[in-house]
């Protein structure tokens, strides 16, 4: 199965600034199979990507996915204080693998 | 507005069985896959079983045999039934909605969770 490393474990960053969040496969990810997750404490997860770059419905465009093969990443142009979480990558071939996380954390 | 409300999490000991439901309203059930998606204390989300919308089911290698997904559309509602339960299927259990029918595991909407505890 597909391996996702998901780089660096924990972000510090002060809202307005730029994050950037990688995932990386231990081999390619076919047809760019790879989602974002963003998880808040006691919550479920949400979808924000698909598709390594197509927005999930209600996505704030500040969210942006790219990459492809065993390379890709998450940007947040300017962070909201909403937007400190806990964020997976996670490969949609069989089987689907998810990656251990990136926290972004408030500076 | 998407809602997966799920029910069933226990505490339950190990080689026992326990049976999750989740309920579905705001979209059209039964033309959407579902899958069940868990993660234990501290640890990576794990996907451990699907059901197309036509009723084919997947596993998670880590259940199968032990777990069966199933679902009915005329309640909305999807079920999974656990049995020969371990310490390690400690989790809470999302109840997901797929965002197509088949074959594209991405987990468009989550429930809340419900907690499953195996321990003696």
């Known amino acids: 199965e597909i391996v996702l490393t998901q780089s660096p474990g924990t972000l510090s960053l002060s809202p307005g600034e730029r994050a950037t969040l990688s995932c990386r496969a231990s081999?390619?990810?076919?047809?760019?199979?790879l989602a974002w997750y963003q998880q808040k404490p006691g919550q479920a997860p949400r979808l924000l990507i698909y598709?390594?770059?197509s927005r999930a419905t209600g996505i704030p465009d500040r969210f942006s996915g790219s990459g492809s093969a065993t390379d890709f990443t998450l940007t947040i142009s300017r962070l909201e204080p909403e937007d400190f979480a806990v964020y997976y990558c996670?490969?949609?071939?069989?089987?689907?693998?998810f990656g251990l996380g990136t926290k972004l954390e408030m500076k | 507005e998407v809602q997966l409300l799920e029910s069933g999490g226990a505490m339950v000991q190990p080689g026992g069985s326990l049976s999750l439901s989740c309920a579905a309203s705001?979209?059209?059930?039964?033309?959407?896959?579902m899958s069940w998606v868990r993660q234990a204390p501290g640890k990576r989300l794990e996907w451990v079983s699907g059901?197309?919308?036509?009723?084919?089911?997947y596993y998670a290698d880590s259940v199968k045999g032990r777990f069966t997904i199933s679902r009915d559309n005329s309640k909305n509602t999807l079920f999974v039934q656990m049995s020969s339960l371990r310490a390690e299927d400690t989790a809470t259990y999302y109840c997901?909605?797929?965002?197509?029918?088949?074959?594209?595991?991405?987990?468009?909407?989550w429930g809340q969770g419900s907690l499953v505890t195996v321990s003696s």
């Open positions: 705001g979209f059209t059930f039964s033309t959407y896959a």
């Open positions: 081999e390619s990810v076919s047809r760019n199979y």
């Open positions: 598709g390594a770059s």
């Open positions: 996670q490969q949609y071939n069989t089987p689907n693998t």
């Open positions: 997901t909605k797929e965002i197509g029918a088949i074959g594209t595991p991405v987990f468009e909407y």
């Open positions: 059901i197309s919308s036509d009723g084919r089911t």
